[in-house]
């Protein structure tokens, strides 16, 4: 699906959280970075999204969502 939709924000989220699943925390955080990227709204779905669980604590996540409670209003 990427290749052929490279600017698809929730096919990248998608492989984020799958990625994340198989312990792939390096591809995983790239591939929610480029979600973010793509539609910047996806950082806030991500912070409350508890299929992130497995790379949540990274450093890298954190920097990404931001370290709080979603927000309900940007």
């Not at 929610?32 to 669980?53: E, S, V, Y």
């Amino acid at each position: 699906i990427l290749s052929r939709h490279p600017q698809d924000s929730q096919a990248w989220y998608v492989l984020a959280i799958i990625r994340g699943a198989q312990g792939a925390a390096d591809e995983a955080l790239a591939a929610l970075d480029r979600a973010i990227q793509i539609t910047p709204d996806l950082r806030n779905q991500a912070r409350a999204d508890q299929r992130f669980g497995p790379i949540r604590g990274h450093p890298r996540f954190q920097q990404m969502v931001g370290g709080g409670q979603p927000l309900l209003f940007q």
